[in-house]
């Protein structure tokens, strides 16, 4: 059930300056601007591969996955009361949150179903990871100017200000996905994850791992905030959680490797492109470029190239023939493409030496935790036709 809440924005103790977190265990190398710690490229490690263990409960079935919208929609008292969402016209963030939703159990078949279990409406600013925060006046001023205070938005802040750390532990929220206008600075995916440098590689890319100043040490688990700006179109709200799927896979499977051109895992190559081999075939790509593509954001190209884009399907069997794909297959534009190259994650049962066939669990389950599914049975009865139908012989 969605329950809708307006909550003022807490503007009292702020909290203390951030400070350098310790170095988590197996984490290697320097702590980057992300929260992660990254090695540098070509630099021997310390980490090993843990053992894989198949669970069949975690590979299959639906999982349900709570989250809760966050809306930063401060009242503007000085034009007239209406919301910063109102006055610079921008579309319905719950709106929007609720195709997120769908899209998500599309691609997945149904693996990852998120339930919108409450929506906070903030009047007021996010608190920066510097202490500062905007007020209206200070925001619409830099809104005039389009010149912002740097810092991004504390995530700490955040969930600490808005009872969310320990809601999340009490009820098993596992995501927040934050809506906001230019300024806010939240990232597009933000994520803590739990013992990820014992359970994945270390990466030379601090892009793959972000997890900012989330608690994750207080909530136990891992916790995804997604970022999402409500004056743009749904397009980039799927895109953002496209760069989720894509640094988790780099993880999971290309131990924090992410080079197409060498093949060397399912991932690098799923996201194989022609446009690095011309003349032989594209696998699916990436978020920014099709198999078509020959720039990013290229969704539009009406070039047609052969790819074994459908062979996904059959995963870990890509053996068969590629047909010509071009923006056919997803009508052209960003959405439609976000959406298709969703679908073509693998998600059926069983494992490989890779790990689970069902890559939503890196995505979405990361701990193999999250609980089924309760749908309530339908009522059961006898068909009940209308009046009126024909006479039929036998009946």
Same mark, same amino acid.
């Given at each position: 059930?969605?329950?809708?809440?307006?909550?003022?924005?807490?503007?009292?103790?702020?909290?203390?300056?951030?400070?350098?977190?310790?170095?988590?265990?197996?984490?290697?190398?320097?702590?980057?601007?992300?929260?992660?710690?990254?090695?540098?490229?070509?630099?021997?490690?310390?980490?090993?591969?843990?053992?894989?263990?198949?669970?069949?409960?975690?590979?299959?079935?639906?999982?349900?996955?709570?989250?809760?919208?966050?809306?930063?929609?401060?009242?503007?008292?000085?034009?007239?009361?209406?919301?910063?969402?109102?006055?610079?016209?921008?579309?319905?963030?719950?709106?929007?949150?609720?195709?997120?939703?769908?899209?998500?159990?599309?691609?997945?078949?149904?693996?990852?179903?998120?339930?919108?279990?409450?929506?906070?409406?903030?009047?007021?600013?996010?608190?920066?990871?510097?202490?500062?925060?905007?007020?209206?006046?200070?925001?619409?001023?830099?809104?005039?100017?389009?010149?912002?205070?740097?810092?991004?938005?504390?995530?700490?802040?955040?969930?600490?200000?808005?009872?969310?750390?320990?809601?999340?532990?009490?009820?098993?929220?596992?995501?927040?996905? +934050?809506? #906001?206008? %230019?300024?806010?600075?939240?990232? !597009?995916?933000? $994520?803590?994850?739990?013992?990820? &440098? @014992?359970?994945?590689?270390?990466?030379?890319?601090?892009?793959?791992?972000?997890?900012?100043?989330?608690?994750?040490?207080?909530?136990?688990?891992?916790?995804?905030?997604?970022?999402?700006?409500?004056?743009?179109?749904?397009?980039?709200?799927?895109?953002?959680?496209?760069?989720?799927?894509?640094?988790?896979?780099?993880?999971?499977?290309?131990?924090?490797?992410?080079?197409?051109?060498?093949?060397?895992?399912?991932?690098?190559?799923?996201?194989?492109?022609?446009?690095?081999?011309?003349?032989?075939?594209?696998?699916?790509?990436?978020?920014?470029?099709?198999?078509?593509?020959?720039?990013?954001?290229?969704?539009?190209?009406?070039?047609?190239?052969?790819?074994?884009?459908?062979?996904?399907?059959?995963?870990?069997? +890509?053996? #068969?023939? %590629?047909?010509?794909?071009?923006? !056919?297959?997803? $009508?052209?534009?960003?959405?439609? &493409? @976000?959406?298709?190259?969703?679908?073509?994650?693998?998600?059926?049962?069983?494992?490989?030496?890779?790990?689970?066939?069902?890559?939503?669990?890196?995505?979405?389950?990361?701990?193999?935790?999250?609980?089924?599914?309760?749908?309530?049975?339908?009522?059961?009865?006898?068909?009940?036709?209308?009046?009126?139908?024909?006479?039929?012989?036998?009946?």
């Amino acid at each position: 059930m969605h329950v809708s809440r307006i909550v003022p924005a807490a503007f009292g103790v702020l909290l203390a300056a951030q400070e350098t977190p310790p170095r988590p265990p197996g984490a290697e190398g320097r702590l980057a601007h992300t929260g992660a710690f990254v090695i540098g490229r070509g630099q021997p490690t310390q980490w090993q591969k843990p053992a894989f263990a198949y669970d069949a409960k975690v590979a299959t079935g639906s999982k349900h996955a709570k989250v809760v919208v966050v809306i930063y929609d401060p009242i503007l008292e000085a034009h007239g009361g209406v919301r910063l969402t109102q006055h610079v016209k921008a579309a319905d963030p719950l709106h929007y949150s609720r195709i997120l939703v769908d899209v998500i159990r599309q691609a997945s078949w149904g693996y990852l179903d998120y339930e919108i279990v409450d929506v906070l409406t903030i009047d007021g600013y996010p608190r920066k990871i510097d202490g500062f925060r905007y007020d209206d006046d200070t925001y619409l001023a830099a809104r005039a100017k389009n010149d912002w205070q740097p810092a991004p938005s504390s995530y700490r802040s955040i969930l600490a200000e808005n009872d969310l750390i320990e809601r999340s532990k009490k009820e098993g929220i596992t995501e927040v996905w +934050l809506w #906001g206008a %230019p300024g806010f600075h939240f990232d !597009e995916f933000a $994520g803590f994850v739990k013992d990820r &440098y @014992q359970r994945f590689g270390p990466t030379d890319n601090e892009w793959l791992y972000r997890p900012y100043d989330i608690p994750g040490d207080e909530l136990g688990r891992t916790f995804w905030i997604m970022g999402f700006n409500y004056e743009v179109g749904p397009d980039n709200m799927v895109h953002s959680y496209t760069h989720r799927v894509e640094s988790q896979c780099a993880l999971a499977f290309g131990d924090g490797i992410w080079d197409p051109k060498t093949l060397r895992d399912p991932w690098n190559a799923f996201t194989l492109l022609e446009m690095d081999f011309p003349g032989f075939p594209s696998m699916v790509g990436n978020c920014h470029v099709p198999p078509n593509g020959q720039s990013g954001y290229d969704y539009g190209n009406a070039r047609a190239v052969p790819s074994f884009a459908d062979q996904w399907a059959r995963y870990p069997d +890509l053996r #068969g023939t %590629p047909r010509p794909v071009s923006k !056919e297959d997803w $009508g052209g534009t960003q959405f439609g &493409y @976000q959406k298709w190259i969703l679908e073509r994650l693998p998600k059926g049962p069983g494992y490989t030496a890779h790990g689970y066939a069902n890559w939503w669990v890196y995505i979405g389950n990361v701990d193999g935790d999250l609980p089924e599914l309760a749908v309530p049975a339908p009522a059961g009865g006898p068909l009940m036709l209308p009046e009126g139908l024909p006479a039929v012989a036998g009946k």
